[in-house]
């Protein structure tokens, strides 16, 4: 049963706190994002992954990290120099850079709702 | 600057009716639009999507038409039931390896 899956579902954080999102995936898609969702608001990348060992930047970076030792794992670390972080954690998966109708599908995990105490 | 903008931000329909959302883009470079319908708190979930080399595709009850002069598409939903109700979101994607995204639209499909 492929697919991806995110852990915890909730999760609380007291302040000055570190807490990490983790997301796995066994699609084999070598591209994973992480994207935040605030309520009735659309989505905002702040990590993406083409390779391993390898990420960037999105829009919102500050105050978050990230790490991609393997392929199929993508954890999101949400520092304490996030000064707000209660929101919906959203993990993304797609095939890297193929060609064809069907090579830029991305497909989302259930999510993380983290809420800060 | 926003790269994709769509409209509206919520959509009343009644049961039966036609739903549609547009988004208009500023990147020529993107080649693949896909849209995605989430209902609350749960992941988005691919609905449906298009290239730029056709004007048109459809899937069941779902239908993207695709302006590539204009830089627009649009999402129509034919006879709209209240298991519609979600949010929706259109997305484009091209040789920058992440994805832009619409702001939503929340749509409520009244019986």
């Known amino acids: 049963d492929g697919g991806i899956t995110q852990s915890p579902k909730y999760l609380f954080r007291k302040e000055g706190q570190n807490v990490t999102l983790s997301c796995e995936q066994n699609?084999?898609?070598?591209?994973m994002y992480w994207y935040r969702q605030d309520p009735g608001q659309g989505l905002r990348l702040i990590y993406y992954s083409q390779i391993v060992n390898d990420f960037q930047k999105g829009d919102i970076a500050e105050g978050y990290s990230v790490s991609r030792e393997k392929k199929e794992s993508f954890p999101l670390t949400v520092t304490s120099a996030q000064k707000n972080p209660t929101a919906f954690y959203l993990c993304?998966?797609?095939?890297?850079?193929?060609?064809?109708?069907?090579?830029?599908?991305?497909?989302f995990g259930p999510g993380t709702r983290l809420t800060v105490l | 600057q926003q790269q994709v903008k769509q409209s509206p931000q919520s959509l009343i329909v009644q049961k039966g009716g036609i739903s549609i959302i547009n988004c208009a883009y500023e990147?020529?470079?993107?080649?693949?639009f896909p849209w995605y319908q989430q209902f609350p708190g749960k992941g988005p979930a691919l609905l449906i999507a298009i290239r730029p080399d056709v004007s048109e595709k459809k899937e069941g009850r779902f239908t993207i038409s695709f302006n590539k002069s204009a830089k627009q598409f649009s999402l129509h939903i034919m006879d709209s039931q209240p298991g519609d109700s979600a949010t929706y979101f259109c997305?484009?994607?091209?040789?920058?390896?992440?994805?832009?995204f619409g702001s939503g639209t929340k749509l409520n499909v009244k019986p």
């Open positions: 699609l084999n898609h070598d591209a």
């Open positions: 990147n020529t470079a993107f080649d693949y």
């Open positions: 997305a484009a994607y091209g040789n920058f390896n992440k994805f832009y």
């Open positions: 993304a998966s797609s095939i890297y850079g193929a060609s064809g109708s069907s090579g830029n599908e991305q497909f």
